[in-house]
């Protein structure tokens, strides 16, 4: 593997060798600053380029934040992070028993938030603790990494199979779905078939879906039922979950529908829609393979509009709620996905902002064009 150290370097280079000589004992491949040649582009770009072609980042977090001044407002180190965790790839390791920068002590607090930070191992004192450290975790990431390969193809081709599609002439009486598919690999069984009947299950699932973080209506009836071995749960107005013994989702998640005589999709409440859907799909993937045995996850999104037209803002819709000049090409079809379609496990959690908004600018070319 090709290895990347991230870390402050003036002040910390007994640490860095420390972690160099835990790569170089595995018979890795070290990629540092120290070693990079001289270049045309700036250190900003040479240093992400070594993140992005990193397998895995060793980030190691002392008491200096580092320099600042820079074109993002955050240290090199802060934003080496950040470009590897959009990748699910670092993994980071913090000093104990010092006394932090303030803004390093916010960088690390980012590192170890619950909810989407980065799992650190043990914390250490000296070179020599860091060193057996950073051994143990590279170790523990190749075996968490020998598994099967990811066919893409596959999970694309599932992801679009996974979306209904509507039939031609059929009416919608309850307002406009965002249909949200998330599937991961590599493919395997995550929810056995007793697991998928267990009623306990079933309830535990439904409470989710009733929740301040779900989308289901606790005044209208749940269906739960049995579809070609998925479990699937749906209310009278379309909003619905289904996941396979393979854990992967479709979320049927109803969209606000528009004031006035007119009903077209209004783009705050789209966004609020898939917002809503790519927290609830992380959250069942958390609930179902805590392990994290999927590594990877493709995402395709498709909205169900029948009886909806056009495509406006909040402010759009206020000014003219009653009359709007209405696409009719409707010659595209599908779902949309994002390029590339594959993304981590961990991206559905550290990046779900910035896909949730490219996945609303895809919809929003579709029906506004």
Request: aromatic share 6%.
């Amino acid at each position: 593997m090709r290895i990347f150290v991230s870390s402050v370097m003036a002040g910390f280079e007994e640490y860095r060798e420390a972690a160099f000589a835990a790569i170089q004992s595995l018979d890795h491949d070290i990629v540092r600053a120290e070693d990079f040649p001289a270049s045309t582009i700036p250190s900003r770009v040479a240093c992400l380029q070594g993140v992005r072609e990193a397998d895995l980042v060793v980030l190691i977090l002392g008491e200096r934040y580092g320099w600042s001044e820079t074109q993002s407002g955050i240290s090199p180190t802060h934003e080496e992070f950040r470009e590897a965790a959009a990748e699910g790839k670092v993994v980071p390791f913090v000093q104990s028993d010092v006394s932090r920068e303030e803004a390093q002590q916010q960088f690390v607090e980012e590192v170890e938030d619950y909810d989407t930070g980065m799992h650190r191992g043990q914390t250490f004192r000296t070179p020599e603790e860091l060193r057996t450290e950073v051994t143990r975790a590279i170790a523990r990431y190749q075996l968490s990494a020998a598994t099967t390969p990811v066919d893409v193809g596959a999970l694309v081709e599932k992801a679009r199979s996974t979306i209904p599609v509507e039939e031609r002439g059929f009416v919608r009486m309850t307002g406009p779905l965002l249909h949200l598919a998330v599937v991961g690999g590599p493919t395997q069984t995550i929810l056995r078939p007793s697991e998928i009947e267990d009623q306990s299950l079933l309830d535990g699932v439904v409470a989710d879906l009733s929740s301040a973080d779900g989308y289901f209506s606790y005044r209208r009836r749940t269906e739960p039922h049995l579809d070609h071995g998925a479990l699937v749960i749906e209310q009278e107005n379309g909003a619905a979950l289904r996941i396979d013994e393979a854990g992967a989702l479709l979320l049927s998640v109803p969209i606000e529908e528009a004031t006035g005589h007119l009903k077209p999709l209004i783009e705050e409440h789209v966004g609020q829609a898939i917002e809503k859907g790519l927290t609830f799909a992380d959250k069942m993937l958390e609930k179902f393979d805590r392990t994290q045995r999927l590594t990877r996850i493709v995402i395709a999104a498709d909205i169900a509009t029948s009886g909806v037209f056009g495509w406006r803002t909040s402010s759009q819709q206020a000014a003219s709620p009653n009359s709007m000049q209405i696409a009719m090409d409707r010659s595209a079809s599908g779902p949309v996905m994002l390029n590339p379609p594959d993304r981590t496990r961990m991206a559905l959690r550290s990046e779900r902002t910035r896909m949730a908004e490219d996945l609303l600018a895809l919809l929003r070319r579709r029906y506004r064009s």
